[in-house]
DNA sequence: ACAGAATCCGGCTTATAGACCAACTCATAT
DNA sequence: ATATGAGTTGGTCTATAAGCCGGATTCTGT
């Protein structure tokens, strides 16, 4: 589950995962995916099932008044989209045209996904060069003081 | 697992691990190696397996909105490649376009692999010596300030 | 100089990504 | 109610890339 793919994506939006990583989702009886919004920059996470479920019950008790909170609330669970898995098929995902917007891969016919162990991520592609490099992006969100409560949370 | 070894990388950009650790892969139980991106220098970090698990666990679980971990995270876990040995008993790497690059081993047809004990790294041949001289590379990232988190980490 | 081992090289085989197509569903309008 | 068309899903094919293997070449120690 780890390292970096350059992936087409068709003309409705669908991309398929890369089959190396075909037997981690087997051996971890995986079935589910769950796509949704990076809180930090224009790009898209994918969770295992198994790892969603731990992330989303802790974010959804946690006090939604503070705002730092209550944003991460709105951008991970509020685009959160499951998506059923058949690790054994194609394993095929689509992206809705939010998600797309989002991540600034509306054009695009190809994508970055990049294992991160537990997750993943999507970028488009030239965004994540420059972020690679050192470069900073328009929209990305620094310095984000975190309160006590999610100190020990890794979305 | 140590010492200095200048070789070949063919056409294909495959190198072989030389012949003198094969022993030591054997008796610790190890058939994959993990090759990824160093974060500090432009040089190549290759993992045994199991060292590689605990590496990849530990710094996965670390808080992502941090952004210095989320840059080690995307540097050693998102160009991170996963590689069995060949059930010949021989021991082939690949090393893909981007590492390559990243390595500034583009040209080359020869590269230095360091062994460190419980790791290896791969270095383009004249910025080894530069560095084992005490020279300075145009393109290191130096002064790294840890966060707590990974105070105790080696990487 | 020779023998044995290690390394290098390239062809062959197999698996996969990506594209194309067919079938089905659903919505809309007549 | 039926026909039309758009949107969605799933299947199949093929070029490409990855994995495997054997032989040629180089290296090392005696």
Redesign the interface.
Request: net charge negative; charged share 25%; with cysteine.
């Given at each position: 589950m780890?390292?970096?793919n350059n992936i087409s994506i068709d003309k409705k939006s669908r991309f398929s995962f890369p089959a190396?990583y075909r037997d981690a989702f087997i051996n971890s009886n995986e079935n589910q995916i769950v796509i949704t919004k990076d809180?930090?920059y224009p790009s898209l996470k994918v969770y295992l099932g198994s790892e969603w479920d731990q992330i989303s019950t802790k974010l959804s008790s946690l006090q939604g008044l503070d705002p730092i909170v209550r944003n991460l609330q709105w951008t991970i669970l509020g685009n959160a989209s499951v998506c059923d898995f058949e690790p054994s098929g194609r394993m095929q995902v689509l992206i809705s045209a939010d998600l797309k917007k989002y991540a600034q891969i509306e054009e695009a016919n190809r994508i970055c996904l990049?294992?991160?162990?537990?997750?993943f991520?999507i970028w488009n592609q030239e965004n994540w060069e420059q972020?690679?490099t050192g470069g900073s992006l328009a929209t990305e969100i620094?310095d984000?003081v975190?309160p006590e409560s999610i100190?020990?949370?890794?979305?």
């Amino acid at each position: 589950m780890f390292g970096f793919n350059n992936i087409s994506i068709d003309k409705k939006s669908r991309f398929s995962f890369p089959a190396k990583y075909r037997d981690a989702f087997i051996n971890s009886n995986e079935n589910q995916i769950v796509i949704t919004k990076d809180p930090q920059y224009p790009s898209l996470k994918v969770y295992l099932g198994s790892e969603w479920d731990q992330i989303s019950t802790k974010l959804s008790s946690l006090q939604g008044l503070d705002p730092i909170v209550r944003n991460l609330q709105w951008t991970i669970l509020g685009n959160a989209s499951v998506c059923d898995f058949e690790p054994s098929g194609r394993m095929q995902v689509l992206i809705s045209a939010d998600l797309k917007k989002y991540a600034q891969i509306e054009e695009a016919n190809r994508i970055c996904l990049i294992g991160m162990g537990n997750k993943f991520e999507i970028w488009n592609q030239e965004n994540w060069e420059q972020r690679q490099t050192g470069g900073s992006l328009a929209t990305e969100i620094l310095d984000i003081v975190l309160p006590e409560s999610i100190k020990d949370m890794s979305f």
